[in-house]
Nanobody, 114 residues
Framework: QVQVVESGGGLVQAGGSLRLSCAASRDIFNINAMNWYRQAPGKQREFVATITSGGSTNYADSVKGRFTISRDNAKNTVYLQMNNLKPEDTAGYYC????????WGQGTQVTVSS
């Protein structure tokens, strides 16, 4: 079983940056993938980015070139660096650890003002 806790959300103006963190309760080296999703009010949860245990990354088209996912194995933490934020990035951001099952965090709110 894996517990994940997100942090780093907040209110930022358009064009600004935030870095989200996802701290896992166990070695992320042994977790198949760590993913970020987001959900805006009235919309379905959507994929944002993923990083595998091998270090491969993938992004949603809407965030490519602006968001960067990375990890620190020593801290069991995955990061989502978000640059050039847009109002449409406003959402609850959720971390998910994939290891046999999917383990979700409680989310952190990101609000981008225009």
């Amino acid at each position: 079983q894996v517990q994940v806790v997100e942090s780093g959300g907040g209110l930022v103006q358009a064009g600004g940056s935030l870095r989200l963190s996802c701290a896992a309760s166990r070695d992320i080296f042994n977790i198949n993938a760590m993913n970020w999703y987001r959900q805006a009010p009235g919309k379905q949860r959507e994929f944002v980015a993923t990083i595998t245990s091998g270090g491969s990354t993938n992004y949603a088209d809407s965030v490519k070139g602006r968001f960067t996912i990375s990890r620190d194995n020593a801290k069991n933490t995955v990061y989502l660096q978000m640059n050039n934020l847009k109002p449409e990035d406003t959402a609850g951001y959720y971390c998910a650890a994939v290891r046999h099952l999917v383990y979700w965090g409680q989310g952190t709110q990101v609000t981008v003002s225009s």
